[in-house]
């Protein structure tokens, strides 16, 4: 499978799914990245997704702007967590049913569980801060947790994943139609 560069998306609408309607926009605290499927998920799809027949062809990444870093153990830390999986799942739910009705496979990942929220899990945990990385190519920062360092937001970023098997071009389509070209939000 030839590895795509990662594409950043400017949408207001993802499908027929309006972005304002679960993030606030007006502070460039959300970004949307488009790529292809990590090689780690290229190689145990099978045991991510075993009951998908076809495969992973896309890889949406969204990322979420924290108020804080969430690289501690701390009780505002994990709350903050939370907040930013429920978000990113009720999302995530409106692209994956938009993608559904167009016939293709989708799913997205829980972060907490690194399970599918659809599909039956296989034997494999899907690892999303890692999922992210190989995609967007930011750094990685280790400790007590393994977080994704955005060049502007630093380890105050929450990443979420939705995989399906609509192509980097069919997406495409869809970000002519919906998102300006060339700029992330």
Same mark, same amino acid.
């Given at each position: ?20 309607? $679960? $993030? ?44 804080? =870093?969430?690289?501690?153990?701390? =009780? ?11 978000? $990113? ?24 569980? !690194? ?7 296989? !034997? ?18 280790? !400790? ?37 070209? !060339?700029?992330?939000?």
């Amino acid at each position: 499978m030839q590895r795509s560069s990662p594409s950043p998306l400017s949408p207001d609408r993802i499908l027929n799914v309006r972005m304002s309607d $679960f $993030f606030d926009l007006s502070d460039r605290s959300v970004e949307l990245w488009l790529g292809s499927p990590s090689p780690f998920v290229a190689r145990h799809q099978a045991q991510i997704l075993p009951d998908w027949q076809v495969s992973i062809a896309s890889t949406l990444v969204i990322l979420q702007r924290s108020s804080l =870093p969430l690289t501690q153990k701390r =009780p505002e830390v994990e709350a903050q967590k939370d907040r930013l999986r429920s978000r $990113f799942l009720i999302f995530a739910r409106s692209i994956v049913s938009q993608l559904h009705d167009r016939g293709f496979a989708a799913d997205a990942i829980d972060p907490k569980s !690194g399970y599918p929220t659809i599909s039956r899990p296989g !034997g494999v945990r899907h690892d999303d801060v890692a999922a992210a990385i190989a995609t967007v190519g930011f750094a990685r920062l280790s !400790g007590n947790c393994t977080a994704l360092v955005h060049p502007s937001w630093g380890a105050a970023v929450y990443p979420g994943i939705l995989l399906t098997s609509a192509s980097w071009g069919e997406l495409a389509s869809v970000e002519r139609v919906c998102c300006r070209s !060339g700029s992330v939000f």
